[in-house]
């Protein structure tokens, strides 16, 4: 029995000894160079942004050579807006601020409406819309077609315009009704001298002949046509010797004529 016992226990030993070992063998993962391209992207976007700024800069620093100015100029001067545009172009091409420029053209008394845009590659155009004054404002001011008052340095030559006489704020009403009067009147070839408002917004217009038309405060074109009328009819042989015509009636006006004058003898 212990000779088996043995036996066997050198048989186990052996087989212990002879069993084959199993070795976990860890791999490597190959190295990521994931980072080495996100370095190469970043650099090349740097590249670019500095290609960029330099760029910019090099097209700021582009100057402007010639100020075209079109449009129809009557009362301002070329060269007075090349002048007034020339100080906002020192910082270069890109960097002037056409807005700006826009504005301070548009201060100038005569100028109405400008516009301001680049001309690549080293130019600026500015156009210019004149005022178009329709009719005298008070004593030295004008009013143009939008009813806004501007005061040139010189009015001389506009002296014949009609004469419009309001308080401050009733221009472009005042400008509308003196629009409708002139539009009504022309066929009979009658035009406006001078227009008035007072405080109430009664209205007075005078006429190129002399004869006063009283309006008054509503139902101006009712008044006008009515008015239209009776001088087709009849006032028109009469009007050398007519004064005023008050249309403030209802359904009806009044007439004055001038005096005669007194003849010696007689």
Known sequence: MLKNSAKSSRRVRGAANGATRKVTVEKKEPRSFAWVNRLFVLAGVGVVVIALVKAAIALNAIPVERIVVSGKLEHT????????????????????????????????????????????????????????????????????????????????????????????????????????????????????????ADGLGQLRATLSGGIELILGD??????????????????????????SVDMRYRSGLAVAFEELPNVAGI
Do not use: C
């Open 77 to 196: 001067q070329t060269l007075v807006l090349q002048e007034m545009v020339q100080p906002a172009l020192v910082g270069g091409f890109l960097s002037a601020d056409l807005k700006h420029i826009q504005a301070q053209l548009e201060s100038l008394p005569w100028v109405y409406e400008a516009s301001v845009k680049r001309q690549w590659p080293n130019a600026l155009e500015v156009h210019v819309v004149e005022q178009l004054p329709i009719a005298r404002w008070g004593k030295s001011g004008f009013l143009n077609h939008e009813g806004e008052v501007f005061h040139p340095s010189s009015n001389k030559s506009w002296e014949s315009l009609p004469m419009l006489w309001g308080i401050d704020g009733s221009e472009q009403k005042l400008i509308g009704d003196y629009q409708l009067i002139s539009e009504i009147l022309m066929p009979m070839e009658l035009s406006v001298f001078e227009l008035a």
């Open 218 to 243: 509503e139902e101006l074109t009712e008044r006008l046509e009515r008015f239209a009328a009776l001088y087709r009819e009849s006032l028109f042989e009469q009007k050398e010797k007519i004064r």
